[in-house]
């Protein structure tokens, strides 16, 4: 039970952690195009990143995939000024039709997370033969602090939305701006070339 809690927390921290502010920034620009009704729709988004990112942690974890640590940081910030960027292009619309291709975002870019988190996540767990369960229950930690996290998107949405009086499409344009902004100065920072 203590090795299950201890991953848990692990997880939990690892998206609340706010000096590790990428993960909460992705799921910012993921989410802002929803609302609080739709809540089923970003259940499903942030599982898919969850799915990524412990598929790719898997993968490092028992050593089948190894990848250039500064090409993975630079990534992560890239993953999210695109998905804003995508939320500025198709703001006038917000979340119509926009479905599968947030899942696919969600799927593919938990990947790259994942591979941010990879050499980390090896070390924390050691020369440990059992590393499924461990991973399980990281993941389980990363889901809940997601979850967590999304709600308070939607609440923010919501508040902004409804005793705020904007408009949803200038809600995300800000939103997903702002965060692009952040996002792109964390790329010049972390140049690989």
């Not at 921290?13 to 729709?41: C, E, G, M, N, T």
């Amino acid at each position: 039970m203590n090795d299950f809690i201890f991953y848990l927390k692990m997880g939990l921290f690892h998206v609340l952690d706010i000096s590790a502010y990428d993960h909460i920034l992705f799921l910012i620009v993921l989410a802002i195009v929803y609302q609080f009704k739709q809540w089923k729709k970003v259940l499903w988004l942030i599982t898919l990143f969850t799915v990524g990112h412990s598929i790719t942690l898997a993968l490092s974890a028992y050593g089948i995939v190894k990848i250039n640590g500064d090409l993975v940081e630079f990534l992560i910030p890239l993953s999210i000024f695109i998905t804003g960027l995508l939320n500025v292009l198709t703001a006038k619309k917000a979340s119509v039709g926009k479905e599968n291709q947030n899942l696919f975002f969600a799927l593919f870019f938990g990947l790259i997370h994942g591979l941010g988190f990879s050499n980390y996540f090896k070390i924390m767990i050691g020369k440990t033969s059992d590393k499924l369960m461990p991973l399980l229950e990281f993941a389980i930690g990363v889901e809940i602090a997601q979850i967590i996290i999304v709600l308070g998107i939607l609440l923010a949405g919501k508040i902004a939305l409804t005793f705020l009086n904007l408009h949803r499409r200038d809600w995300i344009l800000v939103v997903s701006s702002v965060v692009m902004g952040i996002a792109f100065e964390m790329m010049m920072n972390r140049i690989f070339w």
